[in-house]
C-alpha cells in the first residue's frame, strides 16, 4: 500500500507539474518576449567608461494588471533598477527583487536564472532632455517550466530536511534511550507496566504484559498526551525496537505495530501547544478554546484508528502477509 | 474550567521531563544501578536509529516535496471544494484537511495563513486550528517508525492512518459547527 502511494504522490506531482508547464506555455503569463513600457526616474547617470544609469522604475498599477492580464497589484510600482549599455549599442536592466518588490516579479525570480535578479533586455531607452528620467521598454528573460523546476528544487530540498531532521534525532534519542535503560534496569518501567497491563493486554494482545515493549509504548504515549514531542519520538522509536524482537517476520509490520501507530499518527495530546501559540500571535482573544475541540478531534482519530486497526489485520490479505 | 484544565497542562509540560529524569534517575540510585554506566550503555544506540530512519525518511519528504511543489494539491482542492459543503467544511479549511498528515510545516503555514486572512477566533480560524490538534502528521510518523526496525511491508498500517485522518477531519468539522456556528 505504501508504494502506491509513494508512487502515486511522485507520478502524481510530475504529470501536474507538466500540466502546468504546458498551461503557461499556452497562455504565457509571464509575458515572455513581449516588451514593458515603463519610465525610469534616475538617481545616477553614466560616468566615465561604464554607460550605466541607475533609478526607480515606476509603472502605474493599471499598466500592471493590464499587463500580466490580472489584479496582481493595487499599489503603483516603484522598483530600483539598473541600465547598462555595452560597447556595441546593446542594453540590458537588472532588478533587484526584495519584498518591496511587486509578488508577480518576487514570483517570476524565483523561477529565473537568479533567485534575487529580474534580468531584461532593453529593446528602446531614451533619456529626457533634463536627464531625470527616462522611457524604456524592456523584455524581461524568459520564465518558463516553472513548476518542473519546482519540483526539482523541492526533491533536492526535502532530501536534505531529511537528513537534518535525522541528524537532529541523535542527540535527544541518545539521551532518552539512557534514561530508559536506566528505568528498565531499576525495575521502574515494570511497575508502570504492571498498573496499566488491564489496557495494554487489550489493545496488545500479542504482546507479553511484561514484556519492555509496553513500558516504552506506555512512556511514548503519555510523553504524546502531554505534548513532549522531543520526548515522544524516541520513546516511540524505542517502543518499535522493542515490538519488532517479537516480530516472527523480519521486515513485516505486525498487529502490534499497526495498532501502536494507529495511536500515535490520531495525535491525542491534552495540550495542542503549537496551535495555541499560532492563534496567540495571531491575536485570538481566547487561543485555549481550542483545546476541549482538538480534543474531541484527536479522540477521534484514535479511537477510529484502533478500531480500524483492529478489524483491518483480520483481512485475508494482511493475515496471509504475516505468515512466516 | 477551562483556563484552569490549560494552566495546570501548561504547568504539567514544563515540569514533566525535568520529573521525569528525577524519577528514572533516583528510582536507580534507589534499586543501586549504576546510573552513569547504564546510561551511557543504553544511549550508545542513539546513533544508530537515527541513521537508520534517514532512507526512509528521504523517500517519504522528497515523495512529499514533490507533490506540494507541482500544485497537485490546487488541483485537487478544486475537484474535492464542491463537496466540502455538504459536510458543512468551509472549502478555505480544505487545504489544512489534506495537508496534516503529509506535511508538519506545511500544515503550520496553511494554519496560520488561514489564521491572518479570516482572523483565529473565525469559524475558519478555529476549525483550522482544531484540525490541526486533531491529527499527526501521519506520513512522517509512518516513516520514521517503520523505518528505525526496517520495516517494508506495512500491511494495514496505511489505511489505518488515513482513516484515523479521515475520522479526525471530521470530527473536528462536526464539533466546530456544533459549537462555534
Known sequence: ?324 | MGEFLKNLVEVISFIAIPLMFLLFLGWGLIKKVKVYEVFVEGAKDGFNVAIRIIPYLVAMLAAIGIFRASGAMELLITVLAPVTGLIGMPPETLPMALMRPLSGSGSLGIMTELMKVHGPDSLIGIMASTMYGSSETTFYVLAVYFGTVSIKNTRHAVPTGIIADVAGMLAAVWIVNLLFR
Open chain 1, 1 to 324: 500500500m505504501l508504494n502506491y502511494i509513494w508512487i502515486g504522490l511522485i507520478l502524481i506531482g510530475l504529470f501536474v507539474a507538466v500540466g502546468n508547464d504546458i498551461i503557461d506555455e499556452v497562455q504565457n503569463p509571464y509575458r515572455n518576449g513581449e516588451p514593458f513600457v515603463s519610465t525610469v526616474l534616475l538617481k545616477k547617470a553614466p560616468s566615465g567608461i561604464r554607460q550605466t544609469w541607475e533609478g526607480d522604475l515606476v509603472a502605474p498599477p493599471d499598466y500592471f494588471n493590464g499587463f500580466y492580464g490580472t489584479q496582481r497589484t493595487q499599489e503603483p510600482i516603484r522598483q530600483p533598477a539598473v541600465i547598462s549599455k555595452s560597447a556595441d549599442g546593446t542594453a540590458s536592466l537588472t532588478m533587484n527583487i526584495t519584498d518591496a518588490s511587486p509578488a508577480w516579479w518576487r514570483e517570476m525570480a524565483k523561477s529565473a536564472g537568479s533567485k534575487e535578479r529580474l534580468l531584461g533586455r532593453v529593446v528602446e531607452f531614451s533619456v529626457s532632455e533634463d536627464q531625470t528620467s527616462a522611457r524604456v521598454q524592456v523584455v524581461f528573460e524568459s520564465i518558463r517550466f516553472v513548476k518542473l523546476k519546482a519540483v526539482t528544487q523541492a526533491a533536492l530540498d526535502y532530501a536534505a530536511i531529511a537528513v537534518n531532521i535525522a541528524l537532529g534525532l541523535i542527540g535527544i534519542m541518545a539521551l532518552w534511550l539512557g534514561m530508559m535503560k536506566v528505568a528498565e534496569e531499576a525495575g521502574l518501567l515494570q511497575v508502570l507496566t504492571r498498573i496499566l497491563t488491564p489496557v495494554t493486554k487489550r489493545l496488545f494482545p500479542d504482546v507479553p504484559p511484561d514484556h519492555p515493549a509496553v513500558g516504552a509504548i506506555i512512556m511514548n504515549i503519555a510523553a504524546n498526551m502531554l505534548g513532549l514531542s522531543n520526548a515522544a519520538t524516541p520513546l516511540g522509536l524505542k517502543a518499535m525496537e522493542e515490538l519488532n524482537k517479537l516480530n516472527p517476520k523480519v521486515g513485516t509490520a505486525t498487529n502490534a505495530m499497526v495498532t501502536f501507530l494507529a495511536i500515535n499518527t490520531g495525535g491525542l495530546i491534552l495540550l495542542p501547544a503549537t496551535a495555541i501559540a499560532v492563534r496567540a500571535a495571531a491575536g485570538s482573544s481566547n487561543p485555549g478554546i481550542i483545546i476541549g475541540t482538538s480534543i474531541v478531534g484527536a479522540g477521534c482519530a484514535t479511537i477510529a484508528g484502533i478500531a480500524a486497526s483492529k478489524l483491518l489485520q483480520r483481512l485475508p490479505r494482511y493475515k496471509k502477509a504475516m505468515e512466516v
